[in-house]
């Protein structure tokens, strides 16, 4: 007989020895000769275009200024110069659908002229604007499919790069995907809306200590975690092909409890991809620095130096792309998904998010000169605020089927979003709160008491694994968002948060000055009224602790596990009123993209329930029968020769089979009616409720009676790759 899954395991043993990997032409030489090479940046631009219009896309990028018609004609043709010179052939505008991938369409340089004669072209309109085939991508009722029309247009805040795949080069503009209106339906133009949004609310708060002020960009540095199994053994798992995770699987005997795969050394397949990955990164100018071993066995992180936000998320969505064609390379997958297996850790992306200024300053950052501390205590302060005010929204934000099995199980970090910021900083708060009067003389002790605190940096960093939004020393970091999610969305939230509540603070700050209160003193009676009205949202604990759950009740956070109960606060008034008051989404927007979210949300349980139901049927089940058949057979033939007392173990093991197959028959019954009542239901948010609150239970018990089988029928019989198999064979 032969099983996919030893043919899968042969295919594997084969490829033990050295894998052949050749590298990219300037690896072995200094990473500053090739980085950025694929990049139309600053100095490319200065290179192939003529002054005036470099000089007008520089103004577009850092005042959003229309570049005009002859502009644009001026910037293609320098872009076309240049990739053409590197070997490109198409270009393709690059956009982030609410799919939370990336999506691209490609278009030749070539074009035949009216009279017929070939010529390659890339005009400045065709820079500009777009129109894919947007009929497939989700837009949650904004666009009707008979008048499918979806725009890409160019984001000249991005810079173009080349993509190179296989022998192709392609030069990919990044651009935002909207409606015919001019609507949102990406996950792009909403972060950059967010941006210019905080920039406006922010710098006249910057401005009161610092007049030079005049730009805040919000940064990014995120860290992505990442599975890696063999790409024969991955195919051999119909589950993970489909769905990205295994939805059968008996966790291996041993697993993570050794805890010695972090920081332990890396498997050579691993490093080679890893290598590889990083000079095709460094050449995208994506600047990955960091690469180790995470908690779980077969799970990585890569990290790059932090970036202003908007270059941050491009340059996720691109490594997320990458990855996954790199890997290819070396015969491997990898798996982006938020829980992979059972039994052992997810996979997260914590988002270090911080606010910079043109002059160079890290609001988040303490720093060492006292007379700054008042401008760290207000923006510190004003972040917690805004956690406090809009945690439900944040919440929404990083909900999707995925991360359910992360947030709200027991798993890091829980559901109820709460902030760590640390020893130090919670005992200054604490006696800032306690101040009577803001005078003059408690403004100087609230400074020097901020002068008086050890290196955060050094002293506060990942002391709490658990909470999932921290402060970690000179930024925040937000550890609930999911490994496959594109990071725009919770950063959209994040930057608007901000941006409203620093709004409201430099609002009351101005009521207090002109009744005449010192500017020093009315900023920080503002925020001593602040941390005692968020006081509830901070929590030094540890956060999957059953205590902390009901604490966190007593104090009025939400506890929202799945995700179609946290994305119902898209649909309050709190949620309007953020989203319009911020310029993020308008009303349309935001129910649209509340519409794909649970729509995108019972597409992928749908999916999982139909891959459990024909796995199990057309390859468990066979196994089962089979093994069942042989079992019973022995007993029949032992007692035939007198051998009665010689079946007690096969009874026992029949009757486990027995039992779990009574059990998988009646789970697909039950997973089946589930199903039918969903598709019946009358609307998404009705079917989302039955597939999470019918329909998964029922896979999860189909699931412990599959794990069980799998610990007693013959190996030679299972079908599918064991977990050992897949974290632990290199
Ligand atoms: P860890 O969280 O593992 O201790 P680091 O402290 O090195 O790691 O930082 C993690 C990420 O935070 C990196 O991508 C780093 O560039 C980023 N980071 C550092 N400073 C900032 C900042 N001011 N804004 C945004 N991200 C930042
Ligand atoms: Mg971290």
Redesign the pocket.
């Known amino acids: 007989m032969s099983l996919s899954r030893f043919n899968a395991l042969q295919t594997m043993e084969n490829r033990m020895e050295p894998f052949p990997v050749e590298f990219a032409e300037g690896q072995a030489e200094n990473i500053a000769s090739y980085f950025g090479e694929n990049v139309f940046n600053d100095e490319a631009m200065k290179k192939h275009l003529p002054e005036a219009a470099y000089l007008s896309v520089k103004a577009a990028i850092q005042s959003g200024q229309k570049l005009t018609r002859e502009v644009a004609d001026e910037v293609a043709n320098g872009m076309k110069k240049w990739s053409e010179e590197k070997g490109c052939t198409h270009f393709a505008h690059w956009f982030q659908p609410l799919t939370g991938k990336t999506a691209e369409k490609h278009d030749s340089f070539f074009t035949l002229t009216h009279d017929g004669r070939v010529i390659e072209e890339f005009t400045g309109s065709a820079l500009v604007q777009q129109e894919p085939d947007g009929s497939s991508f989700p837009s949650g009722g904004m666009r009707s499919t008979f008048e499918a029309r979806g725009y890409t247009v160019w984001d000249p805040s991005s810079p173009a790069f080349i993509m190179e795949v296989a022998d192709g080069k392609t030069l990919c503009i990044p651009t935002i995907f909207v409606t015919y209106g001019g609507e949102a339906q990406d996950f792009k133009l909403p972060l950059l809306r967010s941006q210019s949004f905080l920039d406006k609310a922010a710098v006249p708060v910057a401005q009161m200590f610092d007049a030079n002020v005049n730009k805040i960009t919000a ?5 992505q975690e990442y599975f890696v199994v063999d790409d024969a053994l991955f195919n051999a798992r119909p589950d993970l092909a489909m769905t990205g995770r295994t939805l059968l699987g008996r966790p291996a005997a041993k697993h993570q409890q050794l805890e010695d795969h972090y920081f332990g050394s890396i498997p050579e397949r691993v490093y080679a991809f890893m290598r590889d990955l990083e000079t095709e990164s460094h050449k995208l100018g994506i600047p990955v620095r960091t690469r180790h071993n995470e908690v779980a066995p077969s799970q990585y992180e890569v ?4 970036e202003e936000i908007n270059v941050a998320v491009d340059h996720n969505q691109l490594l997320m792309d990458l990855m996954e064609r790199v890997a290819r390379r070396h015969k491997l997958r990898v798996l982006l998904h938020e829980k992979p297996f059972a039994g052992i850790n997810g996979s997260g992306k ?1 988002n ?3 606010m ?1 200024t043109n002059t160079g300053i ?1 609001l988040l950052s303490p720093g060492k000169n006292p007379g700054t501390n008042l401008r760290f205590l207000t923006f510190f302060v004003n972040t917690i605020a805004s956690v406090h005010k809009y945690a439900d929204i944040l919440r929404a934000s990083i909900a999707h089927a995925g991360n359910d099995h992360r947030l709200g199980a027991n798993e890091a970090p829980p559901a109820i979003i709460s902030v760590f910021i640390g020893d130090a900083m919670t005992k200054l708060l604490d006696q800032i709160a306690k101040g009577k009067n803001a005078d003059g003389k408690e403004v100087k002790r609230a400074l020097d008491l901020i002068s008086k605190l050890p290196n955060l940096e050094l002293d506060n ?2 002391r709490n694994r658990t909470s999932p939004f921290a402060f ?1 020393g ?2 925040f ?1 937000i550890r609930a968002v999911g490994s496959s999610q594109n990071c725009a969305g919770p950063m959209a939230v994040m930057n608007a948060m901000m941006g409203l509540q620093l709004v409201e603070f430099k609002a009351e700050v101005d009521k207090l000055v002109a009744k005449k209160v010192n500017r020093e003193e009315a900023i920080l009676t503002v925020l001593k009224s602040l941390i005692r009205k968020s006081k509830a949202i901070c929590f030094e604990g540890n956060n999957y602790s059953d205590e902390w759950r009901e604490e966190a009740a007593k104090r009025g956070l939400n506890n929202f596990a799945t995700t179609p109960e946290a994305l119902d606060v898209l649909g309050s008034k709190l949620a309007q009123d953020f989203y319009s008051k911020s310029g993020v989404m308008n009303k349309v927007e935001l129910e649209a993209f509340h519409a794909v979210q649970l729509h995108g949300y019972c597409t992928k349980l749908s999916i999982e329930s139909k891959a459990l139901d024909e796995i199990v049927h057309s390859m468990v089940m066979p196994a089962v029968i089979r093994y069942q058949t042989e079992l019973a057979d022995n007993i029949d033939a032992m007692k035939e020769i007198g051998m009665d007392d010689a079946i007690g173990y096969q009874k026992d093991a029949l009757k486990r089979v027995v039992k779990n197959a009574n059990a998988i028959r009646e789970g697909l019954d039950k997973l089946q009616k589930a199903l039918d009542k969903a598709h019946e239901s009358e609307n998404v948010r009705a079917e989302a409720d039955i597939l999470c609150h019918k329909a998964k239970p029922q896979m999860e018990a189909i699931r412990e009676a599959v794990d069980d089988l799998e610990a007693i029928i013959d190996d030679q019989y299972w079908p599918l790759v064991k977990y050992r198999e897949l974290l632990f064979v290199r």
């Open positions: 940064t990014l540095g995120w860290e990290a790059p130096v932090f914590h270090n998010w911080s910079g890290n960093t990942d970690t000179n930024k970091e």
